[in-house]
């Protein structure tokens, strides 16, 4: 079992960053994936960025690619999503979740845990 609790999530302005983070407990954390999705109002959940166990596995959304960049702190059993140049089209529910898998997937079917997500609005 994996608790999941986000935070950093707000209302910022289009262009800004912010910095969502995700603590996870009750599992060996360096020992799985992560990863985070996004809701916006009326759309489906959709994969943004996961990191995988290794330094340097990580893979991302063309919509994000280059913008956002996913971390892991093993220590603090926490990953980071750092979100940079924001867009109103960024504007979701944000969501980290767990994969106990051998690889990065991007559909959510593969995570077996999931947090309650942070809200982050960005307006123009």
Do not use: H
Request: positive net charge; contains cysteine; aromatic residues 10%.
């Amino acid at each position: 079992q994996v608790q999941l609790v986000e935070s950093g999530g707000g209302l910022v302005q289009a262009g800004v960053s912010l910095r969502l983070s995700c603590a996870a407990s009750g599992r060996t954390f360096s020992s799985i994936i992560m990863g985070w999705f996004r809701q916006a109002p009326g759309k489906e959940r959709e994969f943004v960025a996961a990191i995988g166990r290794f330094v340097g596995n990580t893979r991302y959304a063309d919509s994000v690619k280059g913008r956002f960049t996913v971390s892991r702190d093993n220590a603090k059993n926490t990953v980071y999503l750092q979100m940079n140049s924001l867009k109103p089209e960024d504007t979701a529910v944000y969501y980290c979740a767990a994969d106990a898998g051998a690889i990065i997937r991007v559909g959510q079917t593969a995570y077996e845990y999931w947090g309650q997500g942070t809200q982050v609005t960005v307006s123009s």
